[in-house]
């Protein structure tokens, strides 16, 4: 037998809902609930989007995760092939997810996004398999998303992917993605329909990765590239006033310090770096919280006079205050200065060490660039290529 319907119950929500009132979340929840017993087609998506508002509404992952796994269980009940029935089913698991790695349960959280992955949206998935050290295999789902349709050249996607293919030891495949987005880059620059500040960052960035793979001659040339549009930068400014691009820096920032980072593994996942914050809570909480433990293990470095290691330590620490809120611009200069001027004077203290002296003339150059103070940063910058080809 079917389950009997409240024929009362649903004359009770239809008045409800056409009452002239605001209605109460809860109340919207409980008559879409009992009016989609009788009526699916046309109510459980509207039962599925109240549900998921209601996810929304408290930072309590636990208060969160009923609501989000009835949004769920309401999205699959759907009828297939209904209008937007994967959109919803998607903005359903992602509220799921993001509440399952909030409390810990990442398991259940890795399932939710298998399950996106096969509605059409894999990007979560791609970045739990890259915070748990799974590169290639994140590399994978972003080469199948960026050829089916994503904007291609899209610079969160690109550098994404990028990220990926290096993080699996693929250095030449993953300069040419980057060097796709870069020849975008360049095209929108020549036209001014970008930035000559997220040009600059994406050059400094492929320096980085070719010398990383070793390739020197080309990752000085890219330096020169770099050097001269700081140099344009310097002499006549941007050409064009543009809002916050501060995304940009943040990104390619801290996708410059992974490799000073632990490994990635199931057991210690660490961010998926090279994308634009869609982290897990867990993960984000865990690298943004390191801070005080860092704090203490450079004060310790310090007090030992072990100046390398805490040029190291500091660095991380400000990649660390960059994602906590680089992308904010109110005082965005006075607040982030200090921790790329002590990195300088810190690396000026090792007079045999050229690396690491023009790797932190390198991070305050760009740094400047997103505060729009630009003659400081070519100066900064000319100073870096110099002792870098002086090696």
């Known amino acids: 037998m079917g389950k009997k319907i409240d024929h009362d119950a649903v004359l009770r929500a239809r008045v409800l809902l056409l009452g002239s009132g605001r209605l109460d979340l809860h109340e919207e929840v409980h008559a879409y609930r009992v009016l989609a017993e009788v009526s699916p087609q046309a109510y459980l998506p509207k039962l599925v989007d109240a549900l998921v508002s209601m996810s929304y509404r408290s930072r309590d992952p636990e208060v969160n995760l009923t609501p989000a796994s009835e949004a769920v269980e309401a999205a699959r009940r759907i009828e297939a092939g ?11 698991l992602n509220v799921y997810r993001a509440t399952l790695f909030a409390l810990g349960r ?18 979560q998935l791609a970045n739990v398999l890259a915070e748990e050290g799974r590169f ?4 994978e789902l972003n080469e199948k998303a960026a050829r089916n349709g994503i904007p291609e050249h899209s ?50 960035h492929l320096s980085r990765m070719r010398d990383a793979a070793g390739r020197r001659a080309d990752a000085a040339a890219t330096r020169r590239e770099a050097l001269a549009v700081l140099e344009e930068l310097a002499t006549t400014g941007e050409p064009k006033n543009w809002s916050c691009i501060l995304g940009w820096w943040v990104t390619l920032f801290a996708l410059s310090g992974r490799a000073d980072e632990p490994a990635a593994s199931a057991e210690s996942p660490m961010p998926p770096f090279g994308t634009d914050l869609r982290w897990s809570r867990d993960t984000r909480d865990a690298f943004l919280g390191a801070v005080p433990a860092l704090e203490t293990k450079a004060a310790g470095l310090r007090e030992a006079g072990r100046l390398p290691e805490l040029v190291d330590v500091q ?40 690396a690491r002296l023009a790797r932190a003339l390198t991070d305050r150059s760009m740094f400047l660039v997103a505060a729009r103070t630009f003659e400081p940063a070519f100066a900064d910058f000319a100073e870096a290529v110099a002792l870098v080809d002086a090696r």
């Open 155 to 204: 610079f969160w996607n690109m550098v994404e992917w990028a990220a990926n293919l290096e993080g699996a030891g693929l250095h030449d495949a993953a300069s040419a993605v980057f060097c796709e987005l870069l020849d975008q880059t360049r095209r929108e620059a020549a036209e001014q329909s970008t930035a000559l500040a997220i040009l600059t960052w994406e050059l400094v």
């Open 315 to 354: 660095r991380r620490i400000s990649i660390r205050a960059a994602l906590r809120e680089g992308d904010h611009a109110y005082r965005f200069g006075e607040r982030f200065k200090p921790h790329f001027d002590e990195g300088v004077a810190l690396a000026r203290r090792l007079p045999d060490d050229p």
């Open 106 to 123: 990442r398991p259940e959280g890795y399932a939710a996004c298998e399950e996106m992955a096969e509605a059409g949206q894999s990007g």
């Open 82 to 92: 209904a209008p937007s029935r994967a959109e919803r089913l998607c903005r359903a």
């Open 136 to 139: 290639q295999e994140a590399a």
